[in-house]
C-alpha cells in the first residue's frame, strides 16, 4: 500500500510486484484519484450555489457549514 503522506511515501517498482499485487494497488489508487475527483465537484457545486435542500432538508447555506450530509 503507498504512504498518503509524500514525505514518508516508499518507492514501489511495479514490474518486481507480482500481478495480482499490482492490479490491487492500481485498483486502489484509482478509487483514491476517482473519489477525489468526485470530492472537488462536490466543492465546486458547492461554491455555486446559494442553499442545497437533500430530501427537504437544508444541508447548506452560503453562509453557514455544511450539516446533514456526508459524503
Request: hydrophobic letters at 35%; proline letters at 0%.
Amino acid at each position: 500500500m503507498v504512504a498518503k503522506n509524500k514525505k514518508n511515501a516508499k518507492k514501489i517498482d511495479l514490474a518486481k510486484m507480482q500481478e495480482s499485487e499490482r492490479n490491487q494497488l492500481i485498483k486502489e489508487v484509482k478509487e483514491g484519484l476517482r473519489q477525489k475527483i468526485l470530492e472537488a465537484k462536490l466543492w465546486r457545486t458547492l461554491l455555486e450555489v446559494e442553499n442545497l435542500t437533500v430530501n427537504g432538508n437544508t444541508v447548506y447555506k452560503g453562509d453557514e457549514r455544511l450539516t446533514g450530509f456526508s459524503f
